[in-house]
């Protein structure tokens, strides 16, 4: 007897098991780079990760450390000791902190951020604890993540012209007691957008209640050298992420991690799956803090294209382009039908062999090499003429 498989069900009828919510759910669409084999001939400008990958010396010493001291057959180190002691002392140098010293045990490490958004979701809002504020256009993971949590999301406008935060709806959404908001995502500087907070955001986030967790992404730190860490200390609601997928070149190796009260941390850790991360990506991750001054040395040339990339943009009439504070710039097309037009233009400079992002109503364009800028702008200006 042989017994055929059923097609699986349609999203017409789902699985009466599954949340119903969770069907409706538009999930982050990943970049195809890691299942799909590689195109040599696009350039990737659509995810902000570095254009350049680890040198080959440092692949090398990476790979001896695999072959030599990683047992393949060992749990890896679920402490990460080594790894937070090096993350510790990268902040503060980084920071410049003339105060209290940043210690490992205000230190987690996720598998990216991601891990570290989702585990604070899990120690603040799950269960009807509480729902989450963002402020679009934003980083969609926020959102994606309370919502397969079940967690409410209150979405606050920015300014249409420079993306500042409408903090009058911030503050009544905040005073809003009915589902309390207990966590509040700020980016600095916002993705897509690219714009670094302002001093008056800043004050409102000092303003909030110290029963609001307020979560500070600094994802692209490297790239904008401005972070609120010194302020930590003062205040205990506060946590800063930030990643080493982009500026550090290790988004292959899924690192993130989080400064914040020691109390918070330990909750973090808590919550958090024992063997977070692999044996490798812990390696890689303590190999590129050794070797940050050379790796961080192509900065300089990636905010120096960033500008060259601007003012290029600016000379094309039919697109609105906003400086940036990150390795990235955001733009839209200007005219009665924005929305097709940017979908357009983005199929087409796929077809040419640029992938840029179309997101939160803009273009988000990664910056590259600068070869591959000089094909964005030439591209761009030729496709927008
Ligand atoms: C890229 C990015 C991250 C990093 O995520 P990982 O999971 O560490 O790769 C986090 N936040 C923002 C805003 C980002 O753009």
Same mark, same amino acid.
């Given at each position: ?13 789902? *699985? ?27 350039d ?19 790979a ?25 002392? #990268? ?5 410049? *902190?003339?105060q ?5 045990s ?35 993971m ?49 993705? $897509? ?7 008056? =955001? *800043? ?6 209640p ?8 600094e994802? #692209? ?9 010194s =302020? ?7 946590i ?19 400064v ?8 973090? =850790?808590?919550?958090?799956?024992? #063997? ?5 990506? *812990?390696?890689?991750? =303590? ?12 900065? $300089? ?11 290029a ?67 761009i ?5």
């Amino acid at each position: 007897m042989t017994t055929t498989y059923q097609q699986p069900a349609t999203v017409a009828t789902p *699985l009466p098991f599954l949340r119903s919510e969770l069907t409706r759910l538009q999930a982050y669409t990943p970049h195809p780079g890691g299942t799909e084999e590689p195109s040599v001939e696009i350039d990737r400008l659509d995810t902000n990760e570095s254009p350049y990958d680890l040198p080959v010396v440092l692949k090398q010493e990476l790979a001896q450390i695999w072959e030599l001291s990683i047992e393949s057959n060992r749990y890896p180190d679920g402490g990460h000791n080594r790894l937070k002691a090096a993350i510790a002392s #990268y902040v503060m140098e980084s920071s410049a *902190l003339n105060q209290a010293p940043i210690l490992p045990s205000q230190i987690s490490v996720g598998n990216g951020s991601d891990e570290l958004l989702r585990s604070i979701l899990i120690a603040t809002c799950v269960g009807g604890a509480g729902s989450i504020m963002v402020a679009g256009p934003t980083f969609s993971m926020y959102g994606i993540l309370a919502q397969t949590l079940g967690i409410p999301v209150v979405s606050v406008a920015r300014s249409v012209v420079n993306f500042e935060v409408d903090l009058d709806a911030a503050r009544s959404a905040t005073r809003d007691r009915q589902i309390p908001i207990r966590v509040v995502f700020m980016v600095h500087p916002n993705s $897509p957008t690219g714009n670094a907070l302002t001093a008056a =955001e *800043l004050d409102w986030m000092r303003s909030l209640p110290t029963d609001i967790l307020v979560v500070i992404d600094e994802a #692209y730190f490297e790239f904008s050298q401005q972070t609120v860490v010194s =302020e930590l200390a003062q205040h205990p609601n506060w946590i800063v992420l930030r990643t080493f997928s982009k500026a550090l070149r290790l988004a292959a190796h899924r690192v993130g991690y989080a400064v914040g009260h020691p109390q918070l941390i330990a909750t973090l =850790e808590q919550v958090r799956l024992p #063997y977070n991360l692999p044996s490798i990506s *812990l390696a890689a991750a =303590e190999l590129v803090l050794q070797h940050r001054q050379s790796l961080l040395a192509t900065i $300089p040339e990636t905010i120096s294209e960033r500008d060259r990339l601007f003012t290029a943009l600016t000379k094309i009439a039919n697109l609105q382009v906003w400086s940036s504070d990150a390795n990235f710039i955001y733009a839209r097309i200007k005219g009665a039908n924005p929305d097709l037009a940017m979908t357009e233009l983005v199929a087409q400079l796929k077809i040419q062999g640029t992938s840029i992002r179309h997101t939160g109503g803009g273009l988000r364009i990664s910056i590259g090499t600068p070869a591959e800028n000089e094909r964005t702008m030439l591209r761009i200006s030729q496709l927008s003429t």
